[in-house]
């Protein structure tokens, strides 16, 4: 196929190169005539292994060649590749005007030769930008022809661009319509990974939550560094042990957006570390503010909540995760707690916790913060249905299907769990972060 790259900077000309070397005839293009030539001599315009050697055989073969005119590059072209850059503004946030005009160049383009020419997204933006974006095409666009609009996010580390584009751990094509997604099917012969096609606004913020993750990845293992260096550790070696948990570490465990953590171990440790870091002078700023970001969890569904106007709230669920009876710390007592003490009404279904006897040091941390908890609780699902108005569900129950509780006229539900089988259930349903 013919594509066109717009704007040869790390991303653009490695992506000219590699779709070269997979059999495809490249245009590039950028305002900068010093890339502009460089391209054209068969030479890098930047650092990056095996990038010159691969630039240099395919403007011999004839595969690739390089433009400052964007008409020029959209002449022949089956589809259109945005690299350009979206640096941030003075605030941070993503600076849109080049993308923009990009875009809007190409669709003027396409209206002149009236083909619907994809174009696939590579610059990193946010969810709001791309949709800023999409709106102005439809607009310019004006029904005569479909957006053809792709966001196609790179996942490219400088140093390793070319390993990373030929061996991607994903390929994620965000769509508007079946003319992007036709054109992505065969952009990456011989390529395999787990492909994902989706919507436009899922696929941008992919892209953030790699990077974002990757940012807390690293601050993270360098604040257990300053603390093992505290405590004469080599934190070499813990990290090498914490890798080798890739059940629970370095999986995808804990990884899915739900309500906040609790239990007897977690924030006693996390705590624990803290406080050394408080004791020693060992500045951990992302660790010290874990525990406020997952109490702001708590108070954020309670507000939700509250903000309703609901007099009765059932619980499905008391104990902090499936499983178990345990109730230390579980986010779910401090919500029927903050919910309690704003004068809702509180029915709670957990039949791990009505059965057991209440004693104990999980159970004495229930009642310091519910004392009416043997009021409240219950084993009978469709009885706590019939007593709520709003009902909060945080995990499945062996054997319980609610779509055979008696559901009414005012029940709305709000789902802590994102994994529920809610079909059937004819209320309206509020989930936590989807």
Same mark, same amino acid.
């Given at each position: 196929?013919?594509?066109?790259?717009?704007?040869?900077?790390?991303?653009?000309?490695?992506?000219?190169?590699?779709?070269?070397? =997979?059999?495809?005839?490249?245009?590039?293009?950028?305002?900068?005539?010093?890339?502009?030539?460089?391209?054209?001599?068969?030479?890098?315009?930047?650092?990056?292994?095996?990038?010159?050697?691969?630039?240099?055989?395919?403007?011999?073969?004839?595969?690739? $060649?390089?433009?400052?005119?964007? $008409?020029?590059?959209?002449?022949?072209?089956?589809?259109?590749? &945005?690299?350009?850059?979206?640096?941030?503004?003075?605030?941070? +946030?993503?600076?849109?005007?080049?993308?923009?005009?990009?875009?809007?160049?190409?669709?003027?383009?396409?209206?002149?030769?009236?083909?619907?020419?994809?174009?696939?997204?590579?610059?990193?933006?946010?969810?709001?930008?791309?949709?800023?974006?999409?709106?102005?095409?439809?607009?310019?666009?004006?029904?005569?022809?479909?957006?053809?609009?792709?966001?196609?996010?790179?996942? &490219?580390?400088?140093?390793?661009? %070319?390993?990373?584009? +030929?061996?991607?751990?994903?390929?994620?094509?965000?769509?508007?319509?079946?003319?992007?997604?036709?054109?992505?099917?065969?952009?990456?012969?011989?390529?395999?990974?787990?492909?994902?096609?989706?919507?436009?606004?899922?696929?941008?913020?992919?892209?953030?939550?790699?990077?974002? +993750?990757?940012?807390?990845?690293?601050?993270?293992?360098?604040? %257990?560094?300053?603390?093992?260096?505290?405590?004469?550790?080599?934190?070499?070696?813990?990290?090498?042990? +914490?890798?080798?948990?890739?059940?629970?570490?370095?999986?995808?465990?804990?990884?899915?957006?739900?309500?906040?953590?609790?239990?007897?171990?977690?924030?006693?440790?996390?705590?624990?570390?803290?406080?050394?870091?408080?004791?020693?002078?060992?500045?951990?700023? =992302?660790?010290?503010?874990?525990?406020?970001?997952?109490?702001?969890?708590?108070?954020?569904?309670?507000?939700?909540?509250?903000?309703?106007?609901?007099?009765?709230?059932?619980?499905?669920?008391?104990?902090?995760?499936?499983?178990?009876?345990?109730? $230390?710390?579980?986010?779910?007592?401090?919500?029927?707690?903050?919910?309690?003490?704003?004068?809702?009404?509180?029915? %709670?279904?957990?039949?791990?916790?009505?059965?057991?006897?209440?004693?104990?040091?999980?159970?004495?941390?229930?009642?310091?913060?519910?004392?009416?908890?043997?009021?409240?609780?219950?084993?009978?699902?469709?009885?706590?249905?019939?007593?709520?108005?709003?009902?909060?569900?945080? $995990?499945?129950?062996?054997?319980?299907?609610?779509?055979?509780?008696?559901?009414?006229?005012?029940?709305? %539900?709000?789902?802590?769990?994102?994994?529920?089988? &809610?079909?059937?259930?004819?209320?309206?349903?509020?989930? &936590?972060?989807?």
């Amino acid at each position: 196929m013919k594509i066109a790259v717009y704007g040869l900077g790390y991303v653009g000309s490695t992506t000219l190169a590699c779709l070269a070397e =997979m059999g495809h005839e490249m245009i590039g293009t950028d305002p900068n005539p010093g890339k502009v030539e460089l391209i054209n001599a068969g030479k890098s315009p930047m650092v990056e292994p095996g990038l010159p050697e691969m630039l240099a055989k395919h403007r011999a073969t004839g595969r690739i $060649r390089a433009t400052t005119d964007g $008409r020029e590059a959209f002449k022949d072209a089956d589809a259109c590749l &945005l690299c350009v850059g979206t640096p941030p503004m003075a605030d941070g +946030f993503v600076d849109q005007r080049v993308l923009e005009k990009v875009v809007l160049e190409i669709a003027d383009l396409r209206l002149e030769s009236g083909r619907t020419c994809p174009m696939l997204v590579r610059s990193t933006a946010l969810p709001v930008v791309h949709q800023d974006i999409i709106a102005i095409l439809e607009e310019r666009l004006a029904g005569r022809q479909t957006p053809a609009y792709v966001v196609h996010p790179e996942f &490219l580390r400088e140093g390793s661009a %070319i390993d990373d584009f +030929f061996h991607p751990a994903k390929i994620v094509f965000g769509c508007t319509g079946e003319c992007g997604r036709n054109f992505s099917e065969s952009l990456y012969p011989g390529i395999t990974a787990p492909t994902v096609y989706t919507d436009p606004l899922t696929a941008a913020l992919a892209k953030y939550a790699d990077n974002c +993750f990757h940012a807390v990845k690293v601050t993270f293992a360098n604040e %257990i560094g300053a603390l093992c260096k505290g405590m004469g550790v080599d934190s070499r070696l813990v990290m090498d042990v +914490f890798c080798l948990d890739t059940k629970l570490n370095i999986s995808p465990v804990y990884l899915k957006p739900g309500f906040a953590y609790g239990g007897s171990c977690l924030g006693k440790d996390l705590a624990a570390m803290n406080a050394y870091g408080k004791r020693t002078g060992i500045h951990v700023p =992302m660790l010290a503010n874990v525990e406020e970001s997952n109490l702001n969890q708590i108070r954020a569904v309670a507000d939700r909540i509250l903000a309703t106007g609901t007099k009765s709230v059932g619980l499905f669920g008391l104990a902090f995760k499936e499983r178990t009876d345990d109730l $230390r710390d579980s986010p779910l007592v401090i919500l029927g707690e903050r919910l309690d003490k704003a004068g809702v009404k509180i029915h %709670i279904y957990d039949p791990a916790i009505y059965a057991v006897a209440y004693s104990g040091s999980h159970m004495a941390y229930a009642l310091e913060h519910l004392p009416d908890l043997r009021r409240m609780i219950s084993d009978d699902a469709p009885k706590v249905i019939g007593a709520s108005d709003t009902i909060v569900i945080s $995990r499945a129950f062996p054997g319980l299907a609610w779509r055979d509780l008696p559901w009414r006229e005012g029940h709305s %539900i709000m789902d802590l769990n994102g994994s529920l089988d &809610l079909a059937g259930v004819d209320v309206p349903v509020t989930g &936590l972060y989807w």
